[in-house]
């Protein structure tokens, strides 16, 4: 093809996905070296990798892969054992394919001599000394020719039984090998299309490889269909090569099955073979047009509730029935569009193994992690956020959590050190621990800090609890890091994660205890686009409080209240409780009642109680961010919603507000 422009983005997908593979196949055969099924991931990826970077033109790419590719075989066939040498060697290689990736047109310009050099030392070769661009793009020249272009064995049959089963009825069965185009990079695509295709003539009862594997693109140029179909063998082949970028098509009567002559048409029927091709077809489709989608749905939803409350308020019975109709549809509406967003959290966690190995191994510490709930879901928007927060979390864990394997044997500790990282879903939230076994926060060490830094006297750090001690973590430019260092110490971690996951509505939770480890929870809400809600008034304002941050809501007399210098305090089951009043934060004037009306909400791991004039109930609310509000920057907002009646109702961030 002339234009490949058309295929970048694919292209920048797929090979992230492939390199993804490589890194979790290394991880794991650092661990069990031998595993032959691992071996075969790390050698698919490189060689699938390779193909595409031919056919999009990046040399560089294929000429690293291909020798990535050549020693990963020699591995498999035994003629090379994989040690930790070899395995530090391809990791070198998976960054230096990361960074041409980025940007594959500049790719050429990497230089990556060194690494086959190095590549070729592992194998036992004597390495080239000066190996030119040029050499290395030569010195694959003829692979594609040279390669068995994806052979399927004659043993790999589909279900005879089925199969018989079928030519019995008077159908003819027929076995399609298509062939693709040398220059064909969207295999998946066309053995998908080339598929649909036949699927409307007959039925297909089996595809060699398997579906999955040709979803995958785990074939070479080659793939074969076994169709049962009432057409003949012209016309399946004139449907499958009215697809583009096929080079061959040959259809012949299958397992000795000769075309029939007497057609029955109600067994021949292709109603089966929509059913069977359904489970191929899926459309990629762009996070901004999601958010467009999530955006209109969002308007429809405020509309229908306009249109709800002045059908009430006007007492329209007659639009009663169609109202409860359009209620449903747009409630089934949204939760589609909702469940379309969704992505496993595993996406972010798979990056982690390969980042806590490389820092654990420039720590000289032994650091296993661990992962759990992988499967849990998020939105899309939720998942681009948390990346950063779960960044700074581990890494702290490495660094100032986990202790040196000879102080952690002095102690009766297992050398290796142990971080978990869970996902669970709790009713409308996930929540995320991070776990670590290593040394924990000692309170006393942080109030020291504290005083050292000028945060605070030594008479107020006295004072504080120890959970209040440990939360001093949370202030910005806090750290007890002796040295800094690249990883941490710089004061920068805790307050953004605090901030951020605040940002989002969710909540977040430090624990720990000296000598065990360090456990931070983070509850968070499955979408950042629609939250559920507390929703309170304060005077005659609304404002929503996300669910992730309440704990209760109570009613107190204004005598139960106490002053402790100079703030408003309640006991509650023998809790001192903080009390702040809203309309006092907002400057509002309250209605005043002879009971007040508190909410307790968690903050960094406290409690306090936020009093308002009345809870209205929970809510389903839509964000609408402050990006080109005049409150965007302003502290103690997550955003703001339109409610029912038109008005707009602030969403409060507990986390900046207090």
């Not at 075969?40 to 892969?65: C, D, E, P, Q």
């Not at 050499?135 to 589909?158: D, L, M, R, V, Y």
């Not at 649909?196 to 999955?212: A, D, F, M």
């Not at 096929?246 to 012949?252: F, G, N, T």
């Amino acid at each position: 093809m002339d234009d490949m422009s058309e295929y970048k983005e694919m292209y920048a997908v797929e090979s992230a996905e492939h390199l993804q593979s490589m890194n979790e196949a290394l991880l794991s055969l650092e661990k069990d070296p031998k595993n032959s099924e691992t071996i075969n991931v790390m050698f698919r990826a490189a060689h699938t990798l390779k193909g595409m970077s031919a056919t999009m033109g990046y040399s560089n790419i294929k000429v690293l892969t291909h020798n990535m590719e050549n020693l990963m075989d020699r591995v498999r066939k035994n003629e090379l054992i994989l040690d930790s040498s070899i395995i530090d060697v391809l990791f070198e290689c998976l960054d230096a394919l990361e960074k041409m990736v980025e940007n594959p047109e500049k790719s050429s310009e990497f230089e990556i001599t060194d690494l086959i050099t190095k590549i070729s030392i592992s194998e036992g070769k004597v390495p080239a000394v000066d190996l030119s661009k040029q050499e290395q793009a030569g010195s694959i020249g003829n692979i594609e020719h040279n390669e068995t272009a994806g052979t399927i064995s004659p043993s790999e049959k589909p279900e005879i039984a089925k199969i018989l089963e079928k030519s019995e009825t008077g159908c003819n069965i027929f076995e399609v090998s298509v062939t693709l185009h040398e220059s064909c990079m969207l295999k998946s695509a066309r053995s998908t299309v080339v598929m649909r295709n036949l699927s409307e003539l007959g039925e297909i009862l089996e595809t060699i490889p398997p579906v999955k594997d040709l979803e995958d693109e785990k074939f070479d140029r080659e793939f074969k269909l076994i169709i049962s179909t009432k057409e003949d063998a012209q016309k399946i082949e004139d449907a499958a090569k009215k697809v583009s970028e096929i080079s061959k098509v040959e259809v012949k009567p299958h397992i000795g099955v000769k075309a029939q002559t007497k057609v029955e048409e109600k067994t021949c029927t292709t109603e089966g073979s929509k059913t069977s091709i359904k489970s191929v077809q899926s459309v990629r489709v762009s996070i901004e047009r999601l958010d467009s989608l999530m955006n209109l749905v969002g308007e429809l939803v405020i509309n229908k509730i306009r249109l709800m409350q002045l059908a009430s308020t006007h007492k329209l019975d007659v639009l009663e029935e169609t109202l409860a109709s359009l209620n449903r549809l747009t409630n089934d509406l949204q939760e589609e569009i909702m469940a379309s967003r969704m992505v496993p959290i595993e996406q972010i966690f798979n990056r982690f193994p390969r980042m806590v190995r490389d820092l654990a191994k420039k720590e000289g510490k032994d650091v296993d992690l661990v992962l759990e709930g992988g499967d849990i879901e998020l939105d899309r928007t939720v998942l681009d956020e948390i990346g950063d927060p779960l960044v700074h979390i581990l890494r702290n864990c490495v660094d100032h959590g986990i202790e040196l394997p000879e102080v952690r044997k002095q102690i009766g500790k297992d050398p290796k050190g142990i971080i978990t990282l869970t996902a669970r879903r709790e009713k409308n939230h996930v929540v995320i621990e991070a776990q670590d076994d290593g040394k924990g926060i000692d309170p006393q060490k942080m109030r020291d800090s504290a005083v050292k830094k000028g945060l605070m006297s030594q008479e107020e750090a006295t004072k504080l609890s120890d959970t209040e001690a440990i939360n001093l973590s949370f202030l910005p430019g806090f750290s007890t890091a002796e040295k800094v260092t690249d990883i941490s110490g710089r004061g920068v971690g805790m307050d953004v994660v605090r901030t951020k996951i605040g940002g989002m509505g969710g909540s977040i939770k430090l624990d720990s205890v000296v000598g065990k480890g360090t456990t931070i929870k983070l509850k968070l809400p499955l979408t950042v686009a629609i939250i559920h809600s507390l929703m309170v008034k304060v005077g005659t304002d609304i404002y929503a409080i996300p669910i992730t941050n309440v704990i209760r809501d109570l009613s107190i007399k204004k005598e139960e209240i106490k002053t402790i210098k100079g703030e408003e305090v309640i006991l509650i089951r023998g809790e001192v409780l903080p009390l702040v009043r809203l309309h006092r934060l907002f400057g509002i004037k309250s209605n005043g009642s002879g009971e007040l009306l508190v909410v307790v909400v968690e903050r960094a791991g406290n409690n306090v109680g936020l009093v308002v004039d009345q809870v209205i109930g929970q809510q389903e609310v839509i964000i609408k961010n402050l990006d080109n509000n005049i409150l965007k920057g302003v502290k103690g907002f997550a955003g703001a919603t339109i409610l029912g009646d038109g008005n707009v109702a602030l969403i409060l961030d507990v986390g900046t507000l207090l």
